[in-house]
């Protein structure tokens, strides 16, 4: 059960970065330093977003055989790089036996530890829809906007379905956009709170905003919770 | 059936630049157009090459026991981004039910199409103790040579150990040395037969050689395998 289990491609650029992420938070000077992990990068989940909204297929059946098959080889934690299937998260962690971590929790927690901000959060219409933000945001007191439905949000959306098609710099175009957008509105931080945008971030125009990466957020808490329970060093290895 | 399995994490970042190609490699506007794929990032493997050269532990019966893994779950086909592993290639591809398409086939491959190539192979020296990849350019009738087992495979070594080390930079100025030391022999090909080399390679000082790489002939080879069957499309996607 020392593994890390990945319930990924959603979308599977997001699933790569987000595993890229765990390679280099990892102390590791050779292989056998790493974290063992099993990815499941299975893309044809249901749109998440349109299922909130109502206008699309629900991908709670995928998502709970996803998390089974997790489950089935044996992982000890759940990591699931993408945000807007957090609406779900009640029903995946009471079916998963491993502990899944919820990515806004710890991207929220990140933000507490930067005072009197003023945060924006980005990400999909469905995502927003949820609430799940908001309310983690609330519980900690801190206080929050998100785009304005028209033009703000429909630069996000623009980034997220750019990088989703494999279309980075008209990702990057759209998100330079919308920080522009959110920063002019008086924000000081940014929630990247769809594992896309920090995809469409890394080539971002310079900008006063403080960045918070849900994908590296997830990415650190995963990391931590395996180390502190040894799987980079099974007693086999020598 | 219809998933991609990856025997990974050998090395780790080596398993992500692989699954990065597979992406960027399928014609995709959105998430559903990617293919499923399965990744067993189990770095835990001991050194591949250490032990052809019967320096170290064997890692034979942790190979088997990944690979049935992904036989467990079902997949469809088995990619193994680690070339010096391929040593016990008829072991493995006996073991698995899913074919296992061999990196050196692919990249010789491609090599071929490149007519009149006096080709250099980087590898490991675990690789090149083997003689996977002489003996398919042997059958191609392809000539080769490898670098000197000092000087020259100094700089192959340090360049591998620097990006499993995550010390890229490193990496690529190993990799730049022993590029210019073979453009001097008179080589006009480059087999980048360890997957760490193209991970150096993106930052490489610009060459005069054509660099053949493993990694990405062997996405080219898995993709194309997985498009043919349809997994992109399964018929209950819409």
Sequence with gaps: MS???????MGPSATVDFMDKLVQLTPATRDQDHL???????????????AILGTGADPLP??????????????????????SSHHWYPQIAERSRAPVIHIAQCCVAAVAATPRARVAVLATRGALASGFYQSALRERGIAFFVPDSTTGQHDVDACIRAVKAGDVPAGTAALDRALA???????????????????AARAAAPTPLTLVDSSLELARATVAFALDKGWNRPAWVS
């Design 3 to 9: 593994r890390i289990g990945i319930l990924g491609g």
């Design 36 to 50: 063992p992990v099993i990815v499941a990068s299975l893309p044809h989940v249901p749109d998440r977003s349109s």
């Design 62 to 83: 995928a998502l709970l055989a996803n998390v089974d098959l997790l489950n089935h080889i044996g992982v000890g934690v759940v990591a699931i790089p993408c945000n």
């Design 181 to 199: 957008a959110i920063a002019a509105a008086g924000a000081t931080a940014v929630i990247m709170g769809c594992t896309e945008i920090p995809i």
